[in-house]
């Protein structure tokens, strides 16, 4: 599975971005998709994840002001981002869970500044 993710940027605080991420590959096998991120000195952490099922869990950080969502084709995710803060500044990537291993794309870097 190979993933590739687009729509980071910089942005205002207060403003809003959409990440997306479009996976190929043996994609029939895909069932759980996330977003996480990593800012410079932190360790990565889940921002949002959603099942084959759509199931979704949240960071607590973004919860109210994220959305992950799954494209009708069940191969590219999306992470609506509103409200976004200085602290929400990170690499972003996507990955997917197939065949019982975990995948992951390149990051898409996001920039919430002044």
């Known amino acids: 599975v190979q993933l590739q993710a687009s729509g980071g940027g910089l942005v205002q605080p207060g403003g809003s971005l959409r990440l997306s991420c479009t996976a190929s590959?043996?994609?029939?096998?895909?069932?759980?998709m996330g977003w996480y991120r990593q800012a410079p000195g932190k360790q990565r952490e889940l921002v949002a994840r959603v099942s084959s099922g759509g199931s979704t869990n949240y960071a607590d950080s973004v919860k109210g002001r994220f959305t992950i969502s799954r494209g009708n084709a069940k191969n590219t995710v999306y992470l609506q981002m509103n409200s976004l803060k200085p602290e929400d500044t990170a690499a972003y990537c996507c990955s997917a869970v197939a065949i019982g291993s975990n995948y992951w794309g390149q990051g898409t870097q996001v920039t919430v500044s002044s």
């Open positions: 590959g043996i994609i029939f096998s895909i069932t759980d």
